[in-house]
């Protein structure tokens, strides 16, 4: 059943751990979609089959032999059937040359200890075994443990189960391990995960104590100001976490006036700009640190800071995406909205259309410009519409799209690394991208479980927020 929801998955370009996930986020998506399941049999296939079929944008097609657990659920269920048996659909002088030309008495059945043979506890085997017979393996030993490998397997068996090495699934196991698995496992799986293009850095899963899992991500920032060298992590509650970068130790946390952060941005100084669940832009000083003003320098400089007043300038803005890009003076808030528009506020007041439908992500970077220290904010979106395109406000966005794919981003980063300007994007079926427009390196990732927020550090290292982890992975040379 696992194998099939995952493969489904995959082919419709959505991430889906479970069926209930699949139908989910088949609901969500506007395509229209027709699945074909050929040789079906199991009866827990055909509760996936009915659980689909109450998908408006879906259309099934499936194969099963009569007399097998899934043509018993379905017959009868409501769905059309048309028998093969019947005479009416066979081309009886062919049918004779097919049985005549078929071996007789050999009787076909699938085997009945299915992937017994791989070492279920044994990390390095189930990477280099295939990836089918592993889940089927785990999904009959419902029992079992196997040292926290099973659960791993099964957080991010969409993203094993593709067509790679042994080293990319040792990595991608090794990232949804967690402290509880047996501690032997990791460091097999650290050396076996030597050849892939990633290394991970840090991950913290659902579960770990040492470092605490600071919970479900629904959006990340990287920290500036008082906030350098942090990472915060917005969840499903009002509570906005600050984890340390380097090993995800806790910093902090605050509680943003019992508003659900969907979005995040840190400004110069620590003060935080976040979008609540209903598109609202907000401000949150709480973090913000700065330095005590006494003496004359106090009276000289008592009026509003930088932060105050962009606060001002952005009272009372809606928004689905934000991003911001320091700059001399307050620096550049950039806002997208359900119609495909990206408005910027702050520096540079500027407003254009980029996609067809919601824009999903923005990220934004100061971009140098002559020999006297200009910059000008350098705008990267996102959309519903699978593009992503680039901006630089007060002037016109680049012609044609920077990136297309046939499914949405959902969240994306930039910053300044050692080659030039990187950006970060995740999509919708959960590949991650890391792209240096310089240099043309371009690598990418797929973590497993749905991905929802991603940021990037200047030294290139990629944080990936997800339901049940947040990791770490750095680009290897």
Request: with cysteine; aromatic share 6%.
């Amino acid at each position: 059943m696992w194998g099939t929801v995952w493969s489904l998955a995959d082919q419709l370009g959505v991430v889906a751990r479970s069926r209930v996930e699949l139908v989910e986020a088949l609901a969500r998506d506007p395509r229209r979609a027709v699945i074909v399941l050929p040789d079906l049999h199991e009866e827990g296939a055909a509760e996936l089959v009915l659980d689909l079929a109450n998908v408006t944008d879906a259309q099934l097609i499936v194969e099963s032999r009569t007399g097998s657990g899934a043509y018993r659920r379905l017959s009868g269920s409501g769905c059309a059937e048309l028998d093969l048996d019947l005479e009416q659909w066979r081309d009886q002088e062919r049918f004779a040359k097919w049985r005549a030309s078929s071996a007789e008495g050999v009787e076909v059945s699938a085997p009945s200890s299915l992937g017994a043979e791989v070492a279920l506890s044994d990390p390095v085997a189930v990477c280099e075994a295939d990836p089918i017979l592993v889940t089927a393996a785990y999904e009959k030993d419902e029992a079992g443990v196997h040292g926290g490998l099973r659960a791993a397997w099964l957080l991010a068996g969409q993203s094993l189960c593709r067509e790679q090495s042994s080293a990319v699934r040792a990595l991608i196991l090794l990232s949804v391990l967690g402290d509880r698995a047996d501690p032997r496992y990791a460091p097999v799986l650290k050396e076996l995960a030597c050849g892939a293009a990633w290394g991970l850095e840090w991950s913290r899963v659902r579960g770990d104590m040492a470092p605490p899992w600071p919970g479900p991500v629904t959006a990340m920032a990287r920290g500036r100001g008082a906030l350098a060298g942090c990472l915060l992590v917005a969840g499903v509650d009002s509570t906005v976490r600050t984890v340390r970068g380097m090993d995800s130790a806790a910093r902090g946390r605050v509680s943003v006036l019992g508003a659900r952060p969907a979005a995040l941005t840190v400004l110069a100084d620590g003060t935080v700009l976040f979008l609540d669940e209903h598109g609202q832009l907000k401000l949150e000083s709480a973090w913000t640190i700065g330095p005590e003003r006494t003496g004359i320098a106090g009276l000289l400089d008592d009026g509003p800071t930088s932060a105050q007043r962009l606060g001002d300038v952005l009272r009372g803005q809606m928004g689905t995406s934000l991003g911001y890009a320091e700059g001399a003076g307050l620096g550049t808030v950039v806002l997208g909205d359900g119609f495909g528009y990206v408005r910027a506020f702050g520096d540079v007041t500027d407003s254009v259309l980029l996609h067809e439908g919601v824009v999903t992500s923005l990220a934004a970077l100061s971009l140098p410009v002559g020999d006297e220290g200009t910059t000008v904010p350098l705008v990267y979106s996102g959309g519903q519409d699978g593009t992503v395109r680039v901006w630089s406000p007060g002037s016109k966005p680049m012609v044609g799209t920077l990136m297309r794919r046939s499914c949405p981003v959902v969240a994306m980063d930039a910053a300044w690394t050692a080659g030039g300007p990187t950006a970060v994007v995740a999509w919708a079926d959960g590949l991650v991208e890391w792209i240096n427009w310089e240099t043309g390196v371009q690598q990418t990732l797929r973590p497993g479980p749905p991905v929802r927020a991603v940021a990037l550090e200047a030294d290139g290292r990629v944080f990936v927020g997800m339901d049940e982890a947040l990791t770490c992975f750095a680009p290897m040379p």
